[in-house]
């Protein structure tokens, strides 16, 4: 069985999903939900589900990323875990960080990647005149957004859309992503799918 320890910054409604998916003949258990913000309202709902959690706030840090990384991944080993979930963490990773755990470490982005790296993806792609956005799980590399793609689902662009309905749409078929994508690389599965 392989442990799973998820990063979050947030409401956490991914990590909920990773760990409710993770039961039965699902070949990982959730071992850690770990923020960057004490105040995340994902902690309290891991915890509510059974599930050890921690925080590390950055801001003690002051700018400091080598000494906030360290104390965060002084909890991450502790718990053991064989694949790392970025979901919804906002904290950019250093490449030493990103090394440690190269290869078991995936992350979920608002956008049908290559296309809009970084931020404001939905907005983004209205003000491209796009017909279609999305979201992808990959593997997370030194390069921002940049690892190798695992799986992604597409989500058609609607006439009336503003950058908050299409987010809404888009997190529905996140919710439906990623985990299918940490089933399949928990197994060992490592070819690029869609929903
Ligand atoms: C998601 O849209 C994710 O793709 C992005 O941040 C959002 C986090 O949502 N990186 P949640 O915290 O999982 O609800």
């Known amino acids: 069985m392989k442990r799973v320890a998820i990063l979050i910054s947030g409401g956490g409604s991914n990590m909920v999903k990773l760990v409710e998916s993770m039961t039965g003949d699902h070949p990982a258990r959730a071992c850690l939900?770990?923020?960057n913000d004490?105040?995340?309202g994902g902690?309290?709902?891991a915890a509510e589900m059974g599930i050890a959690t921690a925080a590390v706030d950055h801001?003690?840090?002051?700018g400091d990323r080598e000494a906030f990384e360290a104390a965060l991944r002084e909890h991450i080993d502790a718990s053991q875990p064989?694949?790392?979930c970025l979901a919804g963490f906002m904290r950019i990773l250093t490449p030493s960080f990103?090394?440690?755990?190269q290869g078991r470490m995936l992350n979920i982005h608002p956008s049908l990647?290559?296309?809009?790296k970084g931020l404001n993806t939905h907005q983004r792609a209205l003000?491209?005149?796009d017909t279609e956005a999305g979201c992808t799980v990959h593997e997370v590399t030194p390069a921002l957004d940049d690892g190798p793609i695992l799986g992604q689902a597409r989500v058609p662009i609607e006439a009336e859309d503003t950058a908050e309905t299409l987010a809404a749409r888009v997190l529905v078929q996140e919710h439906r992503l990623y985990p299918e994508a940490l089933r399949r690389f928990a197994a060992g599965e490592r070819s690029k799918f869609e929903l």
Do not use: Q
């Open 59 to 62: 801001r003690l840090f002051k």
């Open 127 to 129: 003000d491209a005149g």
């Open 33 to 35: 939900v770990a923020s």
């Open 98 to 101: 990103i090394e440690a755990y």
């Open 43 to 45: 902690l309290k709902k």
């Open 38 to 40: 004490p105040e995340a």
């Open 82 to 84: 064989d694949i790392l």
């Open 113 to 116: 990647l290559p296309k809009y």
